[in-house]
């Protein structure tokens, strides 16, 4: 959704946006696929700034950082920013002028980007390393058997070393 900054009641503006589909960019393996974020906006006029608050709730397809196994991820998260808008904004260009003149992201041609603001701030909110639960097991450094679905024998330590030598001896 595209906010036109210069819309934004001296009161200030509440929007509501439903659960959608939001492109999260290249994940380098963290994650699959768009995530669904729902979230709500305060935007606020503050001296010559803009306020923006927001809450958002994410449901995000991670990648174990152990397993590589799928699985999800719920960023729940609250931010808010203060964009100052530079010089006295006035009527008509200039203000779109002063707005373009910010170094954010989210805000272009005068205009809020809902899908990049969000986008933001979820990345912010995902795990360095993500893991599907606590006690993940992995996958064995031997033979790559998933070993959260059952031991694969590569170190059963049930069997000995030594034996294992003389079983093959044979
Ligand atoms: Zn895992
Ligand atoms: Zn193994």
């Not at 009161?11 to 979230?39: M, T, Y």
């Not at 008509?92 to 205009?111: F, K, N, P, S």
Request: with cysteine; charged share 25%.
């Amino acid at each position: 959704m595209l906010i036109e900054v210069s819309n934004i009641p001296p009161e200030g503006l509440h929007v509501a946006l439903p659960a959608e589909e939001l492109d999260l960019g290249n994940s380098a393996g963290l994650w699959e696929g768009p995530a669904s974020v729902r979230a709500e906006l305060y935007l606020g006029r503050s001296g010559r700034g803009l306020l923006i608050g927001g809450t958002f709730v994410g449901d995000v397809a991670l990648i174990c950082s152990r397993c590589l196994e799928s699985f999800r991820f719920q960023a729940q998260d609250r931010f808010d920013l203060y964009c100052a808008l530079g010089p006295q904004a006035q009527e008509g260009e200039e203000r779109e002028l002063a707005v373009d003149e910010l170094d954010v992201t989210y805000i272009e041609e005068g205009r809020i980007d809902t899908d990049h603001l969000l986008r933001e701030n979820v990345l912010l909110g995902l795990p360095v390393q993500p893991v599907c639960r606590e006690d993940c097991r992995g996958l064995c450094s031997r033979c790559g058997a998933n070993l959260n679905l059952g031991s694969c024998g590569c170190q059963d330590p049930h069997l000995d070393p030594r034996l294992t030598i003389l079983r093959k001896l044979r």
